[in-house]
């Protein structure tokens, strides 16, 4: 797995929102594997590894790491500084 890119901090708050909001959300994201997959589910938790890598938990239980997700509710984490 390629090293951990950290998400920026302005992402990161518009990721704590959605799971506040507890809604179901849209979200692309890269697969370990290079695929990319889409699911809609809300957010449960965000969470940093010992390693330092941060990551959203889904309503599924799915561990989704911050840098692997392309699109979440129309919003790119490209256009964040």
């Known amino acids: 797995m390629e090293p951990y890119k950290p998400t920026s901090r302005d992402f990161y708050e518009e990721l704590e929102l959605l799971s506040m909001q507890k809604k179901t959300c849209h979200i692309s994201f890269k697969a370990d594997n290079g695929a990319v997959s889409q699911v809609n589910a809300p957010i449960v938790k965000l969470f940093t ?7 959203l938990v889904l309503g599924s239980n799915l561990e989704v790491r911050l840098d692997r997700i392309i699109n979440i509710e129309g919003k790119n984490p490209q256009h964040y500084c």
């Open 49 to 55: 590894k010992e390693d330092g890598a941060e990551y």
